[in-house]
């Protein structure tokens, strides 16, 4: 076990993996005999919100612990 702390991804090329990863589970929870669908469903919703964490982070150029927290829209029109 490591002493550093874990840094947090700032790499939206890391959050688009990390909602690939969650969608493809998802598509193999569809494919099983017994579809968990709130768990689809939540998955879904993570990659969605991975998807959209990358793209902020990438589009606004400020570090992920600042995209983690909502804040108004205005606010993220503002900074493009």
Excluded: N
């Excluded at 959050?15 to 990863?21: D, L, R, V």
């Excluded at 969650?22 to 991975?50: G, N, W």
């Amino acid at each position: 076990m490591s002493d550093q702390p874990e840094k947090p991804v700032e790499t939206p090329k890391v959050w688009i993996q990390f909602a690939e990863g969650d969608l493809a589970v998802a598509q193999r929870e569809m494919q099983s005999e017994l579809p968990v669908y709130h768990t689809i469903c939540f998955l879904c919703q993570s990659a969605a919100e991975k998807f959209l964490k990358g793209y902020l982070i990438s589009a606004v150029s400020c570090p992920s612990s600042i995209v983690h927290h909502p804040f108004p829209p205005s606010i993220i029109l503002a900074r493009s």
